[in-house]
């Protein structure tokens, strides 16, 4: 994988209409396939380079959208950007907003949803990295047990 942002020292900030975007950086559309479930949800790499593990991206989900339910052997730290939002964290659910640190330990459960704007947020991740598991039914029926759990996927079905 090459650097996405190559030798420009700044890539500044230029939002396109109500969208963010930063110079120069694609913006990726994910497309829902069904075997990872998500709803309206964009990347921008915004930086990768082979001196560095880290990867820093900008995810952005539209109003009611979400993230895939997942799980990983890689961590992820995350900083609210844009946006209001719930985010799943093992077996808890959270408020989110701007600027608010997430962080998503090593093989737990997390899923994002925005409320009724765009959830904009960054996520630092090693660029080498375990592909997510996605929960099967038992997993689903473990979680569910907390209310708040089965509240949240609720609300990301609809
Ligand atoms: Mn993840």
Sequence with gaps: MSDPTPDVPVRPFS?????YRWTDVDLQIYKDTGDAPFRSITRQTLFRRDDLRGELRYFEIAARGHSTLERHQHSHAVVVLRGDGEVLVGDAVYAIKPFDLVVIPSLT???FRAEDGPLGFLCMVDRERDKPQIPGPDE???LRRT???AAFLDATRK
């Design 147 to 149: 209310p708040r759990v």
């Design 140 to 142: 689903i029926e473990t």
């Design 15 to 19: 939002p396109d209409g109500e969208d």
């Design 109 to 111: 459960w997390h899923q």
